[in-house]
């Protein structure tokens, strides 16, 4: 079993549309929760990060984490064209900041 | 004004031979990265250097070999190449050790036939 698992999609919404993307992860010591977006043939940007549990908003996204159900999620509001790109989750522990990534899940918008 | 470069981009070349990738950052970082997506995907860590020594080495077979001459660069040569060794790898730099946010390079895209 992968430390962080992903659905590696495709997801293919309408541009508009609210995106969920999701993880889980079993390393209980994981404390640091990231989500990076990937567009084709580029390396992967930070999107955004969370401490624990709890909400963190950014515009248009909003990351989850739920420590008790090892659940990491991001919402994508008012999706564009513009969001398709490959995002993954990450997660770790402190020291050294090895970062585990789940696989990536590929999102497409439509207009 | 680049802040992770990778060279090269590309690199197309035959089982058993020797290669090496370069990367470079101009972030100030002292945290350098190396990675490895395979055709999933999926990205893996491979080694990880701080202030020029190795912090986190994981389980990659010893043909492949980090060296970092400085804070500021990180090669990877990889000797005896393989056809599973086909991947984007990437480069990336961290301030310090303790943070989140790594900087990626562009990928160095490796065939090997």
């Known amino acids: 079993q992968k430390e962080v698992e992903q659905d590696p999609g495709p997801l293919s919404v309408p541009e508009g549309a609210i995106v969920s993307l999701n993880c889980t992860y079993s390393n209980s010591a994981f404390q640091y929760f990231m989500w990076y977006r990937q567009y084709s043939r580029k390396g992967p940007e930070l999107l955004m990060y969370?401490?624990?549990?709890g909400n963190k908003e950014d515009g248009r996204f909003t990351a989850q984490v739920d420590k008790s159900s090892k659940y990491i999620s991001l919402f994508i509001r008012d999706s564009q064209p513009s969001d398709s790109a490959t995002y993954l989750c990450?997660?770790?522990?402190?020291?050294?900041?090895?970062?585990?990534f789940g696989a990536g899940t590929r999102l497409a918008v439509h207009p | 004004d680049t802040a992770v470069s990778q060279t090269p981009k590309y690199l197309v070349t035959q089982m058993g031979n020797d290669k090496s990738i370069k990367c470079e950052q101009n972030?100030?970082?002292?945290?350098m990265y190396w990675y490895k997506q395979d055709s999933k995907k999926f990205l893996k860590i491979m080694f990880s250097?701080?202030?020029?020594?190795?912090?986190i080495n994981e389980t990659v077979p010893n043909r492949f070999s980090p060296k970092s001459p400085d804070k500021a660069h990180l090669n990877l040569h990889i000797n005896s190449l393989e056809l599973g060794d086909s991947a984007v790898y990437f480069c990336?730099?961290?301030?310090?050790?303790?943070?989140?946010?790594?900087?990626f390079g562009p990928g160095t895209r490796l065939t090997v036939t």
């Open positions: 250097y701080n202030n020029k020594e190795l912090i």
């Open positions: 990336a730099s961290m301030s310090g050790l303790a943070g989140y946010e790594q900087y």
């Open positions: 969370t401490y624990s549990s």
């Open positions: 990450a997660a770790a522990s402190g020291g050294y900041n090895k970062l585990i």
């Open positions: 972030l100030g970082h002292d945290t």
